[in-house]
């Protein structure tokens, strides 16, 4: 026998049966009882909650010879010639498959004739929205006069795009959502009809994943079972269901607010390693970040979400540690991301842009990110991660020129006061400053006036073996690669290698100082030249005056720096 999909095998086949729609079944086995059927019905929701289910119900109930408390006996001769289909007087038409010009065509000719068996002639036609302008126009001359045992079932998910001159004369009946505790008493009932044991946790997980679809509860039930033996168990849910466990999903949350750009995207090359399906993911760390909302609103979560207290006291605890905007923000993107990725043939990729979004408001300038990124700035300074600023000069100077500059200069531009030898020194300051940067301070690093090249490699050797470079770097770091692919090496100063970017690589630029990517490229470039060469980004047009930011203590200093530029010093810009 061939296998036959759980949705279609476990599909109700009497009003009793069908789940969480009572207000409709309920109303069309008053009309039966009643005898009071109308012409025309209109049955509207989202998919799988029981349309096409209740409408061959219906089609049946009308119709039976021996109807039991107005359910269909599904036993009688029409029920079962509607069951086979071998009686015509029961048509379904999928408005889907084409146009429907000709099967209306068809069903104005054939709708004349009287049934030959049953009392109606039922014509059910699913997604009815999908009828072209023509067909709708003879659908309606049909609807304007139906013969006595006419009986027409339109079945749509989207019944604004139906002309109000058909909607005028259906009754319309909307299928709801089924709810969750609906849902788990159908998921339990159907696995005890095929001999499944799935717990309590399981069928919990399935019905919430299901968001009120019986079809797709079922879906993945079937999917559970086919995997393997009689038993379902949680993770072996969780693995069909592509998601990440709870803790998982918790883990990425801290990264995001750590922002942690690199631990993000390796938990995400995990979870596609691990042969998860990133939509589900995407949907599922959407809701989790939904539970991360009701925690922060309701006073008594554990009434709204239905997950463990565990879960919940730490929905609670992450809570605080966002603010409300910022939720909303990242719900409204990962929203939009849901929708995005399902139509897409590389979710991973759009789930990686919108979590580099996510963690940097930066790339977005819309208000909502940058009211994110005035929060995430506040929480850094109450939580101490980051000091007043200093003054900062920011001067602007060619790169190529070398200047000639006595040590006395040199040292003067450094907040440095020992009697070290001015590379030592410069190499120190840098140190120093890199070591600031780790505490997320956004300035350049480095006090670099003298444009002489420090590094023990020429910059022409640099040059020509970038490409053996980058070779290598795409073996090893495929991310770091992405983004220095759209730089090229434009000069070294000091001991810094500048690389510059056009104006439209931007987001790579920015990406390429990333702490965590900078201190990767800056091994490499040790492991590949042997020499200590920090990195500088520019942009192309900033090459030949690029900006350099010296940060001073004192505002002596920023006379002995317009000294010592001399002729430019009106480039100083003091901020
Ligand atoms: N309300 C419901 N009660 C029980 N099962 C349902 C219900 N809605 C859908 N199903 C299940 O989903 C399958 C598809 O439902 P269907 O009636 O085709 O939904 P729709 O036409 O609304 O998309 C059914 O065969 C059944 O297994
Ligand atoms: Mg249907
Ligand atoms: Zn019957």
């Known amino acids: 026998m061939s296998y036959q999909a759980l949705y279609r095998k476990c599909r109700p086949t009497v009003f009793d049966d069908v789940v ?63 069951i086979d289909e071998s009686l015509m007087d029961v048509v379904e038409i999928d408005a889907a498959s084409n146009n429907g010009v000709d099967d209306i065509r068809e069903l104005r000719e054939n709708i004349k004739y009287p049934p030959t068996k049953c009392k109606y002639k039922v014509y059910i036609i699913d997604e009815v929205h999908m009828l072209s302008q023509g067909a709708f126009n003879a659908l309606l001359k049909t609807l304007e006069e139906p013969p006595e045992y006419a009986c027409f079932i339109l079945a749509t998910t989207e019944p604004h795009k139906i002309p109000a001159t058909i909607l005028s004369r259906c009754q319309r009946f909307d299928f709801k959502r089924i709810s969750f505790e609906d849902m788990n008493d159908l998921l339990v009932k159907v696995a005890e009809e095929v001999t499944i044991d799935i717990d309590e946790r399981s069928v919990k997980m399935i019905s919430r994943m299901s968001e009120g679809a019986a079809r797709d509860a079922l879906s993945i039930l079937d999917q559970c079972i086919s995997y393997g033996e009689n038993t379902i168990t949680y993770d072996k849910v969780l693995n069909i269901l592509g998601i990440a466990r709870d803790n998982i999903l918790f883990d990425m949350t801290e990264k995001i607010l750590l922002e942690d750009f690199q631990g993000v995207m390796t938990m ?65 993107e990962l929203a939009k991301l849901e929708v995005d990725s399902k139509y897409s043939s590389n979710p991973r990729f759009l789930l ?22 005035i929060e995430n700035l506040e929480r ?5 991660l980051i000091s007043k600023p200093q003054r900062r000069v920011e001067s602007s100077t060619k790169i190529e020129t070398s200047v000639q500059t006595t040590e006395d200069k040199k040292i003067q531009t450094v907040p440095q006061t020992s009697n070290q030898s001015p590379v030592q020194s410069n190499i120190e300051s840098q140190n120093q400053v890199r070591e600031e940067s780790s505490n997320e301070i956004v300035e350049e690093p480095a006090v670099e006036v003298k444009y002489e090249n420090h590094s023990g490699i020429s910059f022409e050797q640099v040059k020509g073996s970038w490409e053996k470079f980058l070779n290598l770097i795409k073996r090893e770091k495929i991310f770091l690669y992405a983004f220095l692919i759209e730089g090229k090496p434009a000069a070294i100063n000091n001991k810094t290698l500048v690389i510059s970017f056009e104006r439209k690589f931007d987001f790579h630029k920015e990406s390429m100082e990333q702490k965590e990517y900078r201190r990767d490229l800056e091994e490499m470039l040790f492991t590949f030249y042997n020499v200590d060469l920090s990195i500088s980004c520019v942009f192309d047009d900033e090459i030949g005056g690029a900006v350099v930011h010296v940060e001073v203590d004192d505002s002596s200093d920023i006379e002995k720096i317009q000294n010592f530029l001399g002729d430019d010093k009106d480039k100083l810009e003091i901020l």
């Open 380 to 384: 850094k300074i109450e939580m101490g």
């Open 20 to 82: 969480g729609q009572s207000h409709v079944t309920e109303t069309l086995k008053n009309q039966i009882n009643l005898n009071n059927i109308a012409h025309a019905y209109l049955f509207t929701g989202t998919r799988g909650t029981g349309k096409t289910s209740v409408a061959r119900i219906f089609s049946r109930a009308i119709n039976c010879q021996d109807i039991v408390d107005n359910n269909p006996c599904n036993e009688c001769d029409t029920c079962r010639g509607i």
């Open 268 to 332: 995400i090359g995990d979870i596609v390693a691990a042969g998860k399906d990133v939509n589900q993911f995407i949907k599922a760390f959407l809701k989790h970040f939904r539970n991360i909302m009701i925690a922060k609103i309701s006073e008594t979560p554990e009434n709204i979400i239905d997950e463990s207290d565990e879960s919940i006291r730490k929905y609670v605890e992450y809570g605080e540690k966002f603010s409300m905007d910022h939720v909303l923000w990242i719900i409204d």
């Open 352 to 373: 990686e842009m919108s979590l580099v979004k996510i963690l940097r408001p930066t790339y977005d300038d819309s208000i909502e990110a940058l009211k994110v990124r």
